[in-house]
Nanobody
Framework: QVQLVESGGGLVQAGGSLRLSCAASGSIFSINDMRWYRQAPGKQRELVAA???????NYADSVKGRFTISRDNAKNTVYLQMNSLNPEDTAVYYC????????????????WGQGTQVTVSS
């Protein structure tokens, strides 16, 4: 089984910074894309940032210039550096990874972390 464990969430003042991390463990052959999503109360879950296994990234327009996604393939870990936070960034943040489980089977499965709360006060 594969587990994604997130850490780094918390309460910060507007203008502050947080760094989220998500470490994947378990029976993993390889990981392709890794992503961060967020969901605020009453809103749909939205893609915040994504990174490929080759290091290519993309971001939601609302976080461009403020957030940076990165990964450490040796540690099966994805990070989200969040700067210049504002109250609109308040949400539960989820990591997501496309995981290949076996050298013999090419199918990739999407796994999700449990979510970590980020609260930004004004």
């Amino acid at each position: 089984q594969v587990q994604l464990v997130e850490s780094g969430g918390g309460l910060v003042q507007a203008g502050g910074s947080l760094r989220l991390s998500c470490a994947a463990s378990g029976s993993i052959f390889s990981i392709n894309d890794m992503r961060w999503y967020r969901q605020a109360p009453g809103k749909q879950r939205e893609l915040v940032a994504a990174i490929t296994d080759g290091g290519n990234t993309n971001y939601a327009d609302s976080v461009k210039g403020r957030f940076t996604i990165s990964r450490d393939n040796a540690k099966n870990t994805v990070y989200l550096q969040m700067n210049s936070l504002n109250p609109e960034d308040t949400a539960v943040y989820y990591c997501n990874a496309d995981v290949r489980l076996s050298i013999n089977v090419r199918t990739r499965y999407a796994y999700w972390g449990q979510g970590t709360q980020v609260t930004v006060s004004s």
